[in-house]
């Protein structure tokens, strides 16, 4: 088990991706991998956010700025105080992902490629979760895929939930 990081200074891994796409199950074995904290991005969203999801209406950007900088600042936190971490963000457009990583030199994304038909059995089989499945369609539409010039990498989703982590691990 490793608890070291790959390079000097802390990191701070956002795992983003679509809802369904395994995002706390990949960062919590990342997290229980490196011994590094774990937060998950969707209890940083306001309770409003939470509510107007949990009625089939999707967030715009007037309703994500906020919780990213959340998201953003406790990143900014724990990149302070020296420590690694683990996130959960959709983390959709490009512009989310600056705000995130802006002035935040250990930020990392990790973004998780599924494939639809997948996404919609896994959001169909989801129990306790206030994201209906009925938003999907407007998270693949809102998605810019993580571009060679942003910090991080793509891991497509293949495999039992073990292999996923491994994967991201070896590009840690």
């Known amino acids: 088990m490793s608890t070291t990081d790959p390079a000097p200074g802390p990191t701070a ?10 995002k706390t199950t990949v960062a919590l074995g990342v997290s229980q991998d490196r011994g590094w904290e774990y937060a998950e991005g969707d209890d940083f969203h306001p309770r409003a956010n939470v509510e107007k999801m949990r009625d089939g209406h999707p967030l715009d950007d007037d309703d994500r700025w906020p919780w990213l900088r959340s998201i953003a600042s406790w990143i900014g936190e724990r990149e302070a105080a020296g420590e690694s971490v683990v996130v959960t963000c ?9 705000l995130l990583s802006e002035g935040h030199p250990s930020a990392r994304f990790c973004q998780l490629v599924v494939p639809e038909d997948v996404l919609t059995e896994r959001l169909a089989n989801r129990r306790g ?24 990498f793509q891991v497509c989703v293949e495999g039992g939930p073990d292999a996923v ?8």
């Open 129 to 152: 979760h206030y994201m209906p499945a009925s938003l999907l369609r407007s998270q693949l539409d809102t998605l810019q895929d993580l571009q060679p010039d942003e910090p991080g």
């Open 90 to 98: 959709s983390a959709l457009k490009r512009a989310y992902r600056e």
């Open 165 to 172: 982590v491994a994967e991201v691990l070896r590009h840690l």
């Open 13 to 22: 891994l956002i795992v983003m991706g679509v809802s369904g796409s395994g």
